[in-house]
């Protein structure tokens, strides 16, 4: 009793005194990026509860649209206004940083997602129901797969408009992400972009079950890496004694800080940073998708419905790699001697491990998934260089890879049979023949995801491996080309399926797309080969905003 009427006489007695309790000081201009999107998928909200049905799709759609074209002019005009240079500091009481890696990445989230809504709003693939188009999502996601309930929303037409909110709150979660300065924004962003990518999993209107299994996979599996890094950064914080990067920073490099008395005996402790550090890295490299923490990957990857699919394998490595690097060369740098050798092995593992697996696919979205640890193993080279090459490298590579992924995934949208999309690779075959323009759009985005010179998968390989190998990185570029040299087999094997094999009789149909799914298969072609043949002005963008504010 004596406890609780001690803290509230606390509480009272600066509630009596509000002059002692700082308002916090919020910069709103540097964060609109942010609070733009946030905004719209609020209003989006309202919309799903007062908008008429008939109108909610078009509604949401244009919402969304303008919220991320919005956002994604407010981080050019704060780059243009110096924030990713000269202006680079730290908001909202500390807690997120606005630098060039943050603006460079948020943008390239915008980006991605802005594509990524086209292929959520697309209707002309699947077959109407009673002459109502309808979209990738289930008719009514509450309803029991199969029940009379789903067959009545099926046969009504019903779309799933509220994906498109809820693909703004994930994209939210995204921006925040690689800005955060601090462990608990850290943890808070990676929740909110988190739990609506489970739900969007879900809802995928042809394979319910499927889909449904593959979210609850990446929920619990996304709940245990939470809580490994929810318990590291309280390890983190007995140690340093803040949650803050510069405070754990200053206390690893000289231990340079006001004991608290409360944590006094553990603060320094070796093993609590050790241990907090690792536990932490495992969280992220989680969402990254790196090996031994990626067998969430390929089921999540084949049971959620495709256009989601694509949006997470592009923007969440995003997301995940930049709160990576600002944690591993902003917080814990003085660390680099201690995560450095793991970090080799694990890059080691991740490369091989996805090049490997991938061979033995014979789904497509699971070869892709495979891939996308392929390439998180390449883009950890990068990571490991320490050095700002490294970091202008590993943001290139990062905005090259998230078009071609986005664009591949758009292509497999369109090969389709009486069950929906065809995936299995068989189905593949002769598909060069039956549609001669979607297998090359597709072989392109295979040859860019290979490496092969004259694409942007060439330039991003290249500027990795340099950095790495300048860094005394050397085994480790052999073994990623080693890696690339095995993940070109499978790729090759593909467009060799598509354009020498003789097309089965009773093959899949490429359905015609309207213009949304055209233009992000458009804007994937067009990014995979600028960046590919002129890459030098975007690797000097990516230069400049290498710096990392502290």
């Keep these: 009793m004596s406890s609780v009427a001690s803290v509230h006489s606390l509480w009272t007695a600066a509630a009596g005194a509000p002059g002692r309790i700082p308002a916090p000081k919020i910069e709103y201009v540097q964060l609109s990026p942010t609070l733009i999107v946030l905004g719209a998928a609020v209003v989006g909200i309202l919309i799903e509860a007062f908008w008429p049905r008939r109108g909610r799709h078009y509604a ?22 110096g924030f990713g240079s000269s202006k680079a500091h730290l908001a909202a009481m500390g807690a997120i940083a606005v630098d060039g890696p943050a603006l460079f990445l948020q ?15 697309e209707r002309r693939l699947e077959p109407a129901a009673d002459g109502k188009p309808v979209d990738s999502f289930a008719a009514q996601p509450a309803a029991a797969p199969g029940g009379e309930a789903e067959r009545a929303a099926v046969k009504a037409g019903f779309t799933t408009s509220e994906v498109f909110p809820v693909l703004l709150f994930a ?13 608990l924004t850290l943890f808070i962003a990676l929740e909110v972009f988190s739990l609506p ?34 318990f590291g950064v309280a390890l983190l914080y007995g140690y340093a004694g ?27 402790s070796d093993a609590l940073l050790l241990i907090g550090g690792a536990l932490v890295l495992m969280g992220l490299l989680f969402k990254v998708g790196a090996v031994p923490f990626h067998m969430w990957t390929p089921d999540v990857y084949q ?131 039956r549609s001669p323009l979607v297998a090359a759009v597709f072989a392109v985005f295979l040859l860019a995801f290979a490496g092969i010179p004259l694409t942007s998968g060439f330039a991003g390989k290249f500027a990795v491996f340099k950095a790495a190998a300048a860094s ?29 094999s003789e097309p089965a009789a009773d093959g899949p149909t490429v359905a015609v797309p ?16 600028v960046l590919g043949l002129a890459p030098q002005y975007f690797l000097d963008l990516a230069g400049q905003a290498g710096v990392f504010i502290r």
């Design 303 to 433: 049971g959620a419905p495709t256009p989601v699919t694509g949006f997470m394998a592009a923007a969440t490595k995003v997301a995940a790699f930049g709160a990576l690097l600002r944690l591993l060369y902003v917080a814990l740098p003085g660390m680099r001697w201690d995560w450095r050798p793991v970090m080799w092995g694990v890059a080691i593992l991740t490369m091989l491990g996805g090049a490997v697996l991938a061979i033995t696919q014979t789904d497509i979205k699971r070869l892709l998934a495979y891939s996308s640890i392929a390439h998180a193993g390449f883009i950890l080279a990068g990571v490991i260089a320490t050095s700002k090459d490294g970091i202008s490298s590993v943001l290139f590579y990062l905005a090259a890879y998230s078009f071609v992924t986005l664009g591949a995934f758009a292509v497999v949208t369109l090969v389709r049979d009486a069950g929906g999309e065809a995936t299995h690779l068989s189905k593949w075959a002769g598909l060069g023949r």
């Design 514 to 529: 309207s213009l949304l799914t055209s233009t992000a298969i458009a804007v994937g072609v067009t990014a995979t080969l």
């Design 60 to 81: 949401q759609l244009l919402l969304t649209v303008v919220a991320l074209a919005a956002a994604f002019a407010a981080v050019i005009g704060l780059a243009a206004a």
């Design 472 to 500: 005394g990185a050397g085994w480790l570029v052999v073994v990623g080309v080693i890696a690339s040299a095995i993940a070109a087999f499978f790729y090759i094997r593909v467009i060799v399926l598509m354009f020498f």
């Design 171 to 183: 994209v939210g979660g995204m921006l925040v992400f690689p800005a955060a300065n601090d462990l």
């Design 107 to 121: 943008g390239t989230i915008l980006l991605v997602s802005l594509i990524a809504v086209f292929t959520f709003a």
């Design 242 to 268: 803040t949650v803050t990067y510069a405070g754990i920073a200053e206390v690893i490099s000289d231990g340079a800080r006001q004991i608290d008395p409360a944590l006094a005996g553990t603060m320094g």
């Design 197 to 230: 990518l489970y739900v969007l999993c879900a809802l995928a209107r042809r394979q319910r079950l499927l889909s449904q299994e593959s979210a609850v996979k990446y929920f619990l599996l996304g709940a245990f890496s939470s809580a490994f890094l929810l």
